[in-house]
Each structure stands twice: as C-alpha cells, then as structure tokens.
T-cell receptor
Framework: GQQLNQSPQSMFIQEGEDVSMNCTSS?????WLWYKQDPGEGPVLLIA?????ELTSNGRLTAQFGITRKDSFLNISASIPSDVGIYFC???????????FGQGTRLTINP | GAVVSQHPSWVICKSGTSVKIECRSL??????MFWYRQFPKQSLMLMAT?????????EQGVEKDKFLINHASLTLSTLTVTSAHPEDSSFYIC???????????FGDGTRLSIL
C-alpha cells in the first residue's frame, strides 16, 4: 500500500533549538496534515495543507506542502518542553478519505 | 475542545471476552469514521472505514468477524473486538472529519489489555 517516509525517526535537542522534520512519498497527495501525539492520547491536528507550495504557520510551527505534491516539512522554532511528543505526517490521496501516515518523529527536549 | 469522543479510555478484561469501544462525533455529523490500531512506538494503522448506514470497509489483513464495526447513527460508531485474546491488546483510536474533504480529528484512544 501507500507509504510515507518520515524522517528523522527521533530527535534529541536542547530547549530553544529549532526543529525540522519531513515526509516524502512516491505518490502525489492532495492534502498533507501534521499531527502531534502525546503518550496515551490520540493525535491532535497541528496544521493542514491543501495546495502545492502552500506555507502555513500555527504559532511557532510552520509547515509546507511541497511543489511536487510528494513531500511536506514541519518546522518548530524555539522549542519548549511541551513540544515533546511524537509528530506524524499524514497524506490524503485525491478522491480518498482515508489517510496514509508516516512512521512518526519522536521529539525529546533536554532542558 | 474535543470534537471526537472515545469511550472507554482504558479496559482490561479476560481472554475470550468481547469488548465494545464507542466513538462519538461531538456537535457534528460524521457519515464516515475511521478506526485505527497502534502498537507501542509505531504509527497508526488503519483497520477499517466505518460508513453510516452501510457495511464497514476493512483494510487488507483485518478480520471482519473479529473486529465488528457498527455505524448506526451519524454521531456514533462502535468497534467490537470479539473473543479478544492477548494479541489483540493494543491502542485503538477512532477519527472523524466534519466533511469528507476536511482533516480528520481523533479521539483520545482506548487502551485495551487482554489478560
């Protein structure tokens, strides 16, 4: 089936550093979504992207929908302890309702 | 606030028991909901698409008779794990979108532990 390659798998950073993660696919997606999941909870939507080239911010988070529609990245600026968690990208193919998820990026922050 | 509610959040039961998990859309109607399964340190795996008023669509490799899905109303879908065994222990999560082309919102998940 469809797969998204998300990298890096894990990140260990110092508080205050910027973070960047990305997802790539061999397929073209109509929608890219970024979610954050805390332990024992469901994923929470961070940013939704609907157009190729679209750059969207949500506070310290910025995400872009790649021009080729086969990739997306998420940046977090000036990380804080509450940014700790697992970040997932998800893509939606044209005409499809179901999502394809990346493998996740586990973010750990050293205070 | 939460737009998708999932219940129970945690259940422990004996092997052979059937367990029902509810997923409710709050303040909106969802003709389609989705059920996922997540193992520790892994990504979400789609199990099935729940369609209001019709049969669910299961992903390849997911046993229909094992994981019964009912979507009898526009705000409620249920997943029943029948005759659960320890290998069914996992984190089950549902999701729904306001409309088909809008992003899905997830419930808080149900931690299922089969002894």
């Amino acid at each position: 089936g469809q797969q998204l390659n998300q990298s890096p798998q894990s990140m260990f950073i110092q508080e205050g550093e910027d973070v960047s993660m990305n997802c790539t696919s061999s397929s073209i997606f109509n929608t890219w979504l970024w979610y954050k999941q805390d332990p024992g909870e469901g994923p929470v939507l961070l940013i939704a992207l609907y157009k190729a080239g679209e750059l969207t911010s949500n506070g310290r988070l910025t995400a872009q929908f790649g021009i080729t529609r086969k990739d997306s990245f998420l940046n977090i600026s000036a990380s804080i302890p509450s940014d700790v968690g697992i970040y997932f990208c998800a893509g939606q193919l044209a005409g499809a309702q179901k999502l394809v998820f990346g493998q996740g990026t586990r973010l750990t922050i050293n205070p | 606030g939460a737009v998708v509610s999932q219940h129970p959040s945690w259940v422990i039961c004996k092997s052979g028991t059937s367990v029902k998990i509810e997923c409710r859309s709050l303040d909106f109607q969802a003709t389609t909901m989705f059920w996922y399964r997540q193992f520790p340190k892994q990504s979400l795996m789609l199990m099935a698409t729940s369609n209001e008023g019709s049969k669910a669509t299961y992903e390849q490799g997911v046993e229909k008779d094992k994981f019964l899905i009912n979507h009898a109303s526009l705000t409620l879908s249920t997943l029943t794990v029948t005759s659960a065994h320890p290998e069914d222990s996992s984190f089950y999560i549902c999701s729904a979108g306001f409309v088909s082309n809008q992003p899905q919102h997830f419930g808080d998940g149900t931690r299922l532990s089969i002894l």
